[in-house]
């Protein structure tokens, strides 16, 4: 049992070295992708909270003043980026569509592990240089941040990270009964937008509907962790997310192990 454990350990830490080894190999892809789009993205999301106060000309939405939504903002676009999976979920696909899952599923693991330890092992490599975007604004403009809350905020957000991914197994799962499944990624990642509160704080939607998406798992990816460092929740708020995240991945995997089981059956595995 325990060496089995061993042998599971290591060879998943493989995998994420490997997500490591494969962005850093193209030094100006990762530069893009962990330092100039998030730096982008961050200016961006400043400059719209900027006019709308400015256009709204009050000092205060909803009970909060223009620092906490700057803070938002700053920490919003950070978290959104950890807590998408596109790009893994977009090769799942391609492989299921291609055939060349073949080689995959001869070897000595699951695909879902696979592909699940590169997620972390990317997520971790962008987040620790992405993280200093949000870090350096937040000192500069002194905007509210509760910065001994970040741990268990990375907490929630990577075990959200382990539902996102069971997401993006079942759509890739359906790539063998259907065409075109990558449209499903663009439909998921948009209702995400809304739903995570990455396009704006899920507090300011009129009840019932506020409570109902607060509730939900996808709050876990932007709404929660980020009003809690910024204040907006207490620490009740990121315990309930993570026992609404645990029944979701129950589910979730509960669906994807009958669609895969189901779809190796008629899968004619005779592509590359």
């Not at 001869?106 to 972390?120: A, D, G, I, K, N």
């Not at 268990?152 to 259907?178: K, M, N, P, T």
Request: with cysteine; glycine share 6%; aromatic share 16%.
């Amino acid at each position: 049992m325990k060496t089995s454990f061993v042998v599971f350990l290591r060879r998943n830490l493989a995998f994420a070295k490997l997500a490591i080894v494969s962005n850093l190999e193209y030094r100006l892809n990762y530069f893009v992708d962990a330092v100039l789009q998030p730096t982008i993205t961050t200016g961006i999301e400043m400059l719209l909270w900027f006019a709308v106060f400015a256009g709204a000309a009050t000092t205060e939405i909803a009970g909060f003043g223009r620092e906490y939504y700057l803070s938002y903002a700053l920490w919003g676009a950070f978290f959104a980026r950890i807590c998408t999976s596109w790009m893994y979920e977009s090769r799942m696909i391609q492989e299921i569509d291609t055939g060349s899952i073949n080689s995959l599923l001869t070897r000595p693991m699951s695909y879902y592990e696979y592909y699940f330890s590169q997620l972390m092992g990317y997520k971790l490599i962008t987040t620790l240089v992405s993280m200093l975007v949000p870090v350096i604004v937040i000192l500069i403009f002194d905007l509210p941040t509760h910065f001994k809350r970040l741990p268990l905020a990375f907490a929630l957000e990577f075990y959200y990270l382990i539902l996102v991914h069971s997401i993006s197994f079942v759509v890739a799962s359906s790539a063998f009964y259907l065409n075109k499944v990558h449209s499903f990624t663009g439909a998921k990642n948009l209702a995400l937008w809304f739903f995570t509160g990455e396009l704006f704080p899920l507090d300011l939607i009129p009840e019932p509907l506020r409570s109902t998406l607060i509730a939900l798992p996808f709050s876990a990816g932007v709404y929660v962790p980020v009003g809690y460092i910024t204040g907006r929740l207490e620490v009740s708020s990121v315990w309930q997310s993570f026992i609404s995240i645990t029944i979701a991945i129950v589910i979730v995997n509960s669906i994807g192990a009958v669609i895969w089981r189901k779809g190796l059956k008629v899968y004619a595995g005779t592509g590359a």
